[in-house]
């Protein structure tokens, strides 16, 4: 069976692990990660994109371009080629030349991008990664005379040179390039300094006085026959990257560049006979010390080497996807989970929201977000996990609240006092201790960003006591500078608005912390913690519930945003998707909040945050209010909080529904319309254009998302219903009822549960029967065996009274 034509770009190869377009012109550039833990680069279909060093903004390495023109996806890693006898000339990535090709074809796989066209008789093909553990990426390039004729060729590698602060670079970008320093040197390497390095921020306010504490460089395998390091001799005045004079005329002009633009172009000349086919490997990369530079080429000049480290990439994948694996009756629901949905949480995870092609260029993390990228990365990789908790941890004060942000390179951060900031904290930290049973790390002592130091479960309980305190005068918590809804920043800045998603967190992880709290024994803090559940479910039914739906906010001069009389934001998603996970809404009240979204904010791509959008500014509500109709917060389909509708969905029993916005609303499904859709159609946005907007439907920043870790455990969790609780592994599906077998392979706490679920009477959620490894057991918990052997789980899903709705 040939795979399914996703669109007229594109397809998933049938057994999912490459992307593959067979069209250079997609809607937009698609993009594709490739990065270890510290080197990372950004490449589009056609090679385009850049690369840094742990940090985006500070130690961007290459890639130079105004955001604005980011949809013309360049520069980039070009390959241009030109025959010496015709004076023909190409770009082996179509780009930026963008001479058509008589084939051409992409492949987006995990870690690579492998390019292969063909134009004047000359096949080529290209493949960009980064291997598992150095700081460069590696172009293997393979040539093949297809003509009939011996070929006299030239190839030309480019990269643009940033070489340290990426907003400096932009803004004062004359300026900037009177520092760098780019030269080829006998060794056949191209070295790029900067002599000037302003690591405090955006344009030059201060002088520093340091130079950028690393060197980068390029080279190739093969003998360089010509270089150039000025852009500007190399592109030729009135030109630009679709015709540089040096490619026309088939010599560079072999400068070097001190304090002009500069760019890396290694020229190489060779002939091949009909036939004949070579194959080149060029890197870029960078150091701390520059004596480093000389034993990395010296070791990717093996091409043996780099198509070892290439092997080792693709290897490290099939291992981490192979982790969990799920099989189901749809496709996509197995392509997304499997390995989309993955690689993607897997690079949010590594990447925070330090870039996106589409947004940022900055260097800050944010607390909140990574808490969120780890729900995923700590299923599959839980060591990575603990080390980067105990880091995120250290962002805490001792009074219980934390920053908001900072950069990583200085750990200097904003305490900006958003309100649901310390609650990430105790869910991540509750989920870390169901997946891993590691309660001894509860003990362990973490500092705290303003000094002392406190155990773990201190942290905890500290996130939580600092929510409880900062409350309004009718007990509900303030919204401070925002919540989640980082847009809706202007609600609370002067300390009386209130935030009911903060309240519906606040009682979600009091009740997720009881029973670790019971655990410890202590049992005094305990009821304390059952009391504050009760007043925050009462005060919120009470103050909050509008009739047919839970309002969002108040402001501080106590108007109530999220209710009817409200001319834009009338019914928001959240509040109505939380009120069901943290238990504020039960029984009938749950299904009605959770109705009354589908009855005024589904579209056609998924439930929007709220409807309708702000059309006016408001300047009691904030940014939210300002950004256009439908794009943003202001009334779009917001992917995160899409997934947090579904969730709640199956809280409540209904597998149908949940399924239905599942896939409406998932990547591959939009991507089915990708001239509608535009973005990447193999990973989640952040939103959706929403019903106002003139883009309705159209996808927007890609890939840096809190929708991939939490998309994928909501799948996971929640719809396949295999989560960890604190003494076993739940087996509590909630399937579309069509369904009738699925698969869950499970690694938790060292060992692998291999889960049959088998839907024969085809509800969504029912009670469940459990056989392991061939015997028996009472309920829907399997143990924790730990024994790092594989076991054999027969689960039968059967028909039942559906408990009324009590939380996540
Ligand atoms: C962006 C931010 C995230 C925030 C969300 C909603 O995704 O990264 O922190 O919660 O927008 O405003």
Redesign the pocket.
Known sequence: MSPERQNQYGFFREDGREYIMTAYETPRPWINYLSNDRFCALCSATGGGYAFFESAGYDRITGEYPPLTVFSDRPGRYIYLRDADTGEYWTANWQPIRKRPDRWESRHGQGYTSLESACNGIGSWVTYFVPLEDPLELWLITLRNESDRPRRLSMFCYVDWVLGNYVFHLVENAFAHLFQSVSFEPSQIIYASNRYWNVAGGAATSNPNLEWDKVAFMAGDYPVHGHDCSGEHFIGPFRGWGCPIAVEEGQCRNTQSHGRPSVGVLQHNLELQPGEERAFTTMVGVVLDRRDVLPLVRKYRHARVAESELARVRAYWDEYLGRVWVSTPERDFDLSENIWNKYQAWVTAHWA?MDSYYIGGASIL?F??SWQDLLAAMVNDPLWAQERLSYLLSHQFADGGTLHNWDPRTNIGVRTGHSDDPLWLVMGMVNYLRETGDYAVLDTEVDYYDGPQGTVYEHMVKALDYTIRHRSERGLPLMGA?D????LDQVGREGRGESVMVAEHLCWMLREMLPLVERRGEHERANHYRKEIERLQECVNAYFWEGKWYARATTDEGRVLGCSICSGGQIYLNAQSWAVLSGIATGERAFAAMDACWRLLDTPYGPALFLPAYQEPQRDVGIITRFAPGTK?NGTI?N?AVMWAIMAECVLGRGDKAFEVWKKNNFIQLGRDADRYRAEPYVYS?YINGPESDDFGQGYFSWM??TAAWAWRVCLDWMLGVRPDWDGLLVDPCLPAAWDRVHVRRPWRNAVYEIEIDNPEHVCKGTVTLEVDGRSIEGNLLPVFGDHATHEVRAVLHPAPVAVAQGA
Do not use: I, K
């Open positions: 929201r944010g909140r977000d925002a989640w809804n980082d847009a917060e917001f995160h952040e998302t809190g």
